[in-house]
């Protein structure tokens, strides 16, 4: 795994220095050399002869932290008493927190938002539970729900572990779509117990939004949510990612000027993602779809243990081309890897047709990193935050579950999805689309009103609005 990546590209080194022995000058110049680049110096401590600071430090990807490390403590006079990762340092104690949203001043207050008189508004939801949409926090708020089963491409790590990415998808629906959300970790992995507890909890929220749960576990317990319950069950690592892919591939065909009917598809990891991506693009109307997980192409006649891929095996593949992702590349257009990093190789994608689409959507390390291919690719993408082309499903599920519970849907349906995808597309216009920009910013403000805006009026057309929104009324 990459650490330098996943550890963050900036340190703080917190040093005591004997002035008597040595300067600042000399401290400065030698993490310099190292290869660091200090942007910040925080004096916390002064004696006569000893000062104790805070520096930090940024590094390219190619630079050991380590080696700045020793570099520093080889100095005559300079003690490390600390390192802190900016990363940790923003996860301690968590991300998110509970805000009021009107103080409790006096007596009077107390007596409206507790006993006795909250009593009246248990009474008033009692006698017509749709209030509950009205005076509780059902309203705006998505339970994030994970089993820490597949969490992002770390695998099976468990619940304590999930918790941060869990975290993250909370601050991302409050900050970019104004929804309140709770990151929801369950000590189990067996589908009866998450779908019973789902059920349970279910009261609170507006929409649940299941993450990072494995397949192909995750696909009975979305389909038996959306069954059972009134409110949007959305599994986000299968829709979220499949509509931002195909929004994404939408583009990214405008700029090798090729036909979805015409392009052969390689999807590698046939998970959650890799299943819901294949499915909306064959609704979009690809014809050529190969499948390739750990034991080689998925196809017909093959008898699988696991009954999505059996589906899949069925519906996809149409040459029954077999082989390991080395073989089936061959002359594809457009690769989608949803599936572990590292699996690509500069030679596979060499192998691709003219012009090819390589999405390496694995993360946090992607199945080949842009850099190896950059100059033989006519686009090429990824999951994370820090290369163009960010295809994250976190320009959906902000949006979509804006629009869901501003209507009050009662589920998520293909329309609705089909919506969230035009609405990022056409974020980018013909002007500013590039081989460098298929996709628009996480921060462009005006893609989370555009999906929301699209999703309530597929959900209305559809009938699954319990709401019509003051501006449609
Ligand atoms: N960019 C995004 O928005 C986005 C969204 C969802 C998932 N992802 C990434 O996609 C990956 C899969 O996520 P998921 O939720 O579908 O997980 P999952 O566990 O449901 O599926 C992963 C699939 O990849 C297969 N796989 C693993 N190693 C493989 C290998 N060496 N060769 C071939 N197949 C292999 C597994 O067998 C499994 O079928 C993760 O890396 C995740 O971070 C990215
Ligand atoms: O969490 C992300 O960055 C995207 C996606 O949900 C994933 O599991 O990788
Ligand atoms: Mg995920």
Request: some cysteine; proline content about 4%.
């Amino acid at each position: 795994m990459d650490n330098n990546r996943l550890g963050g590209k900036s340190v703080i080194l917190r040093l005591e220095m004997n002035t008597n022995e040595v300067h600042f000058g000399q401290v400065a110049s030698s993490i310099f050399e190292a290869g660091g680049d200090i942007v910040a110096i925080d004096v916390i401590q002064t004696s006569q002869n000893v000062t104790v600071r805070d520096i930090t430090i940024t590094v390219t990807d190619t630079v050991d932290i380590g080696i700045i490390t020793e570099m520093v403590k080889s100095l005559n006079g300079v003690r490390l008493v600390n390192i802190s990762d900016r990363t940790f340092l923003l996860h301690l104690g968590g991300k998110i927190e509970t805000k009021l949203k009107a103080p409790i001043q006096n007596r009077d207050d107390l007596s409206r938002v507790y006993t006795p008189d909250v009593a009246r508004v248990c009474m008033a939801i009692h006698e017509e539970p749709r209030k509950a949409f009205t005076l509780t926090i059902k309203r705006n708020t998505v339970a994030v729900v994970s089993d820490g089963s597949a969490v992002l491409g770390l695998g099976n790590i468990g619940p304590y572990a999930a918790m941060p990415v869990m975290e993250g998808k909370s601050m991302l629906f409050k900050q970019l779509a104004d929804v309140d959300s709770f990151p929801i970790c369950l000590n189990t992995q067996d589908t009866e117990q998450i779908i019973a507890t789902i059920k349970a909890i279910a009261p609170g929220f507006g929409g649940i939004n299941l993450e990072d749960i494995s397949s192909p576990r995750c696909f009975e317990i979305e389909q038996r949510l959306r069954e059972e319950l009134d409110i949007p069950v959305f599994h986000d690592d299968q829709h979220g990612t499949a509509v931002v892919l195909y929004a994404a591939l939408i583009n990214a065909l405008k700029i090798v000027n090729k036909s979805i009917h015409e392009i052969k598809v390689v999807v590698c990891g046939i998970g959650a993602a890799g299943v819901a991506c294949s499915k909306i693009l064959l609704s979009a109307g690809v014809q050529n779809i190969i499948g390739v997980d750990r034991q080689g192409a998925l196809v017909s006649g093959t008898t699988y243990d696991n009954g999505m891929w059996q589906w899949y095996a069925e519906h996809t593949n149409p040459n029954r081309v077999h082989g390991s992702l080395r073989e089936v590349i061959q002359g594809a257009d457009v690769f989608i890897g949803l599936s572990a990093g590292g699996l690509l190789r500069r030679e596979d994608v060499m192998a691709m047709a003219d012009n090819p689409i390589v999405f390496a959507m694995a993360n946090p390390t992607p199945e080949i990193r842009p850099e190896e291919v950059e100059d033989i690719v006519g686009v090429i993408a990824t999951g994370r935050s820090d290369y163009p082309n960010q295809i994250n499903n976190v320009l959906c599920f902000p949006g979509i579950f804006r629009g869901a519970l501003d209507c009050r849907a009662t589920t998520i349906n293909e329309e609705m999805k089909l919506a969230a995808a035009e609405a990022i597309a056409s974020a980018i216009s013909d002007d500013e689309r590039s081989r460098h920009y298929i996709i628009p910013s996480v921060f462009n403000q005006a893609v989370v009103k555009a999906i929301r805006d699209l999703v309530i009026k597929a959900a209305m057309k559809t009938g699954v609005a319990r709401r019509i929104p003051r501006e449609y009324r």
